[in-house]
T-cell receptor, first 115, second 109 residues
Framework: NAGVTQTPKFRILKIGQSMTLQCAQD?????MYWYRQDPGMGLKLIYY???????DKGEVPNGYNVSRSTTEDFPLRLELAAPSQTSVYFC??????????????FGPGTRLTVT | RKEVEQDPGPFNVPEGATVAFNCTYS??????FFWYRQDCRKEPKLLMS???SGNEDGRFTAQLNRASQYISLLIRDSKLSDSATYLC??????????FGAGTTVTVRA
Protein backbone atom coordinates (compact mmCIF):
# COMPACT_ATOMS: atom_id res chain seq x y z
CA ASN A 1 0.00 0.00 0.00
CA ALA A 2 1.23 3.47 -0.87
CA GLY A 3 -1.08 4.96 1.79
CA VAL A 4 -1.90 8.62 1.16
CA THR A 5 -0.01 10.29 -1.69
CA GLN A 6 0.11 13.98 -2.57
CA THR A 7 1.44 15.89 -5.53
CA PRO A 8 3.22 18.19 -6.03
CA LYS A 9 5.64 18.30 -3.08
CA PHE A 10 6.47 21.97 -3.63
CA ARG A 11 4.95 24.76 -5.68
CA ILE A 12 5.43 28.49 -6.08
CA LEU A 13 2.44 30.43 -7.40
CA LYS A 14 2.05 34.02 -8.38
CA ILE A 15 -0.83 36.01 -6.89
CA GLY A 16 -4.00 35.34 -8.84
CA GLN A 17 -2.90 32.02 -10.33
CA SER A 18 -4.84 28.81 -9.76
CA MET A 19 -3.76 25.27 -9.12
CA THR A 20 -4.98 21.87 -7.98
CA LEU A 21 -3.33 19.89 -5.21
CA GLN A 22 -3.74 16.18 -5.80
CA CYS A 23 -4.45 13.61 -3.09
CA ALA A 24 -5.04 9.89 -3.44
CA GLN A 25 -5.36 7.00 -1.00
CA ASP A 26 -5.37 3.26 -1.62
CA UNK A 27 -6.69 2.11 1.76
CA UNK A 28 -10.37 2.25 0.77
CA UNK A 29 -11.04 4.83 3.49
CA UNK A 30 -14.37 6.60 3.31
CA UNK A 31 -13.25 9.78 5.04
CA MET A 32 -10.80 12.24 3.56
CA TYR A 33 -9.61 15.64 4.75
CA TRP A 34 -7.59 18.65 3.69
CA TYR A 35 -5.66 20.64 6.28
CA ARG A 36 -3.32 23.56 6.19
CA GLN A 37 -0.53 24.08 8.71
CA ASP A 38 1.07 27.46 9.25
CA PRO A 39 4.35 27.78 11.20
CA GLY A 40 3.86 27.19 14.94
CA MET A 41 0.15 26.55 14.50
CA GLY A 42 -2.03 23.48 14.69
CA LEU A 43 -3.63 21.92 11.66
CA LYS A 44 -6.73 23.69 10.41
CA LEU A 45 -9.40 21.78 8.54
CA ILE A 46 -10.19 23.22 5.10
CA TYR A 47 -12.62 20.67 3.64
CA TYR A 48 -13.58 17.11 4.31
CA UNK A 49 -15.50 14.30 2.65
CA UNK A 50 -17.39 11.35 4.12
CA UNK A 51 -17.58 9.47 0.85
CA UNK A 52 -17.62 9.77 -2.92
CA UNK A 53 -19.87 12.63 -4.01
CA UNK A 54 -20.11 14.18 -0.52
CA UNK A 55 -17.98 17.10 0.65
CA ASP A 56 -18.34 19.75 3.33
CA LYS A 57 -16.57 22.83 4.62
CA GLY A 58 -14.19 22.81 7.54
CA GLU A 59 -12.92 25.75 9.59
CA VAL A 60 -11.12 27.68 6.83
CA PRO A 61 -12.74 26.92 3.42
CA ASN A 62 -12.56 30.38 1.83
CA GLY A 63 -10.47 30.44 -1.34
CA TYR A 64 -10.59 26.67 -1.81
CA ASN A 65 -12.80 24.08 -3.49
CA VAL A 66 -12.85 20.31 -3.48
CA SER A 67 -14.48 17.43 -5.28
CA ARG A 68 -14.72 13.71 -4.54
CA SER A 69 -15.71 11.76 -7.60
CA THR A 70 -14.12 8.51 -6.41
CA THR A 71 -13.27 6.94 -3.05
CA GLU A 72 -9.56 7.21 -3.84
CA ASP A 73 -9.14 10.82 -4.97
CA PHE A 74 -9.77 14.12 -3.20
CA PRO A 75 -8.23 17.08 -5.07
CA LEU A 76 -8.07 20.59 -3.58
CA ARG A 77 -8.46 23.53 -5.91
CA LEU A 78 -7.05 26.99 -5.20
CA GLU A 79 -8.60 29.75 -7.25
CA LEU A 80 -6.99 33.20 -7.40
CA ALA A 81 -4.08 32.42 -5.10
CA ALA A 82 -3.30 34.96 -2.36
CA PRO A 83 -0.19 35.32 -0.12
CA SER A 84 -2.35 34.27 2.86
CA GLN A 85 -2.57 30.81 1.26
CA THR A 86 1.16 30.27 1.67
CA SER A 87 1.23 27.20 3.88
CA VAL A 88 1.85 23.47 4.06
CA TYR A 89 -1.15 21.46 2.92
CA PHE A 90 -1.79 17.96 4.22
CA CYS A 91 -4.31 15.49 2.96
CA UNK A 92 -5.49 12.73 5.30
CA UNK A 93 -7.83 9.77 5.24
CA UNK A 94 -9.52 7.77 7.95
CA UNK A 95 -11.97 5.00 8.72
CA UNK A 96 -14.13 4.20 11.70
CA UNK A 97 -12.35 1.75 14.00
CA UNK A 98 -14.17 -0.87 16.06
CA UNK A 99 -13.87 1.51 19.01
CA UNK A 100 -15.65 4.21 17.03
CA UNK A 101 -12.65 6.48 16.69
CA UNK A 102 -11.29 7.90 13.46
CA UNK A 103 -7.53 7.61 13.34
CA UNK A 104 -6.24 9.70 10.48
CA UNK A 105 -3.35 8.90 8.16
CA PHE A 106 -1.56 11.72 6.43
CA GLY A 107 0.11 12.29 3.10
CA PRO A 108 3.60 13.84 2.91
CA GLY A 109 2.27 17.35 2.31
CA THR A 110 2.55 20.08 -0.33
CA ARG A 111 4.55 23.21 0.46
CA LEU A 112 2.92 26.12 -1.32
CA THR A 113 4.32 29.63 -1.58
CA VAL A 114 2.28 32.45 -3.11
CA THR A 115 4.27 35.55 -4.07
CA ARG B 1 -10.67 29.12 24.33
CA LYS B 2 -8.87 26.71 22.01
CA GLU B 3 -10.34 23.24 21.79
CA VAL B 4 -6.95 21.63 22.43
CA GLU B 5 -4.11 23.42 24.23
CA GLN B 6 -0.53 22.30 24.63
CA ASP B 7 2.60 23.73 26.20
CA PRO B 8 4.70 24.51 23.12
CA GLY B 9 7.98 23.82 24.94
CA PRO B 10 10.64 23.31 23.87
CA PHE B 11 11.58 20.57 26.31
CA ASN B 12 15.34 20.04 26.06
CA VAL B 13 16.40 16.81 27.74
CA PRO B 14 19.57 14.66 27.75
CA GLU B 15 19.57 11.16 26.31
CA GLY B 16 18.22 8.66 28.81
CA ALA B 17 16.07 11.20 30.65
CA THR B 18 12.33 11.04 31.21
CA VAL B 19 10.19 13.82 29.81
CA ALA B 20 6.48 14.37 30.31
CA PHE B 21 4.03 16.97 29.08
CA ASN B 22 0.31 17.60 29.12
CA CYS B 23 -2.49 18.67 26.89
CA THR B 24 -5.89 20.03 27.92
CA TYR B 25 -9.11 19.83 25.93
CA SER B 26 -12.23 21.92 26.32
CA UNK B 27 -15.02 19.66 25.05
CA UNK B 28 -16.14 17.28 27.79
CA UNK B 29 -17.98 15.21 25.17
CA UNK B 30 -14.68 14.21 23.55
CA UNK B 31 -14.60 10.48 22.98
CA UNK B 32 -11.12 9.43 21.98
CA PHE B 33 -7.66 10.85 22.08
CA PHE B 34 -4.40 10.44 20.24
CA TRP B 35 -0.79 11.48 20.29
CA TYR B 36 0.75 12.13 16.90
CA ARG B 37 4.42 12.75 16.22
CA GLN B 38 5.55 15.27 13.63
CA ASP B 39 9.16 15.53 12.51
CA CYS B 40 10.44 18.78 11.04
CA ARG B 41 8.87 19.43 7.63
CA LYS B 42 7.11 16.06 7.63
CA GLU B 43 3.56 14.83 8.00
CA PRO B 44 2.02 13.92 11.38
CA LYS B 45 2.19 10.22 12.19
CA LEU B 46 0.08 8.38 14.72
CA LEU B 47 2.15 7.57 17.81
CA MET B 48 -0.51 6.09 20.02
CA SER B 49 -4.20 6.13 20.78
CA UNK B 50 -5.57 6.75 24.27
CA UNK B 51 -8.95 5.13 24.80
CA UNK B 52 -9.56 4.70 28.51
CA SER B 53 -7.52 5.78 31.50
CA GLY B 54 -4.31 5.38 29.56
CA ASN B 55 -1.97 2.96 27.88
CA GLU B 56 1.66 2.13 27.38
CA ASP B 57 3.65 1.37 24.26
CA GLY B 58 7.28 0.59 24.93
CA ARG B 59 8.94 3.72 26.32
CA PHE B 60 5.82 5.82 25.79
CA THR B 61 2.97 6.11 28.30
CA ALA B 62 -0.18 8.11 27.73
CA GLN B 63 -2.60 8.97 30.52
CA LEU B 64 -6.11 10.35 30.27
CA ASN B 65 -7.87 12.26 33.04
CA ARG B 66 -11.46 12.84 31.96
CA ALA B 67 -12.45 14.66 35.17
CA SER B 68 -9.78 17.32 34.65
CA GLN B 69 -9.88 17.04 30.85
CA TYR B 70 -6.22 16.50 30.21
CA ILE B 71 -4.01 13.95 28.53
CA SER B 72 -0.35 13.43 29.23
CA LEU B 73 2.51 11.78 27.39
CA LEU B 74 5.58 10.44 29.15
CA ILE B 75 8.70 9.32 27.33
CA ARG B 76 11.17 7.18 29.28
CA ASP B 77 14.83 6.61 28.42
CA SER B 78 14.76 9.33 25.74
CA LYS B 79 16.59 8.70 22.49
CA LEU B 80 17.97 11.24 20.04
CA SER B 81 15.37 9.94 17.58
CA ASP B 82 12.57 11.05 19.93
CA SER B 83 13.30 14.69 19.00
CA ALA B 84 10.09 15.86 17.32
CA THR B 85 6.91 17.82 17.85
CA TYR B 86 4.17 15.87 19.61
CA LEU B 87 0.61 16.74 18.68
CA CYS B 88 -2.27 16.15 21.05
CA UNK B 89 -5.38 15.21 19.08
CA UNK B 90 -8.96 14.90 20.25
CA UNK B 91 -11.94 13.22 18.60
CA UNK B 92 -15.33 14.54 19.67
CA UNK B 93 -17.05 11.34 18.56
CA UNK B 94 -17.60 12.29 14.94
CA UNK B 95 -15.16 11.80 12.08
CA UNK B 96 -13.25 15.05 12.65
CA UNK B 97 -10.21 15.56 14.82
CA UNK B 98 -9.03 18.67 16.67
CA PHE B 99 -5.27 19.18 16.77
CA GLY B 100 -3.17 20.99 19.31
CA ALA B 101 -0.33 23.18 18.07
CA GLY B 102 2.24 20.71 19.41
CA THR B 103 4.93 20.33 22.07
CA THR B 104 8.51 20.35 20.83
CA VAL B 105 10.95 17.90 22.41
CA THR B 106 14.68 18.03 21.75
CA VAL B 107 16.85 15.21 23.06
CA ARG B 108 20.55 16.08 23.25
CA ALA B 109 23.51 13.73 23.33
Amino acid sequence: NAGVTQTPKFRILKIGQSMTLQCAQDMNHNYMYWYRQDPGMGLKLIYYSVGAGITDKGEVPNGYNVSRSTTEDFPLRLELAAPSQTSVYFCASSYSTLRGSYEQYFGPGTRLTVT
Amino acid sequence: RKEVEQDPGPFNVPEGATVAFNCTYSNSASQSFFWYRQDCRKEPKLLMSVYSSGNEDGRFTAQLNRASQYISLLIRDSKLSDSATYLCVVNRGDYKLSFGAGTTVTVRA
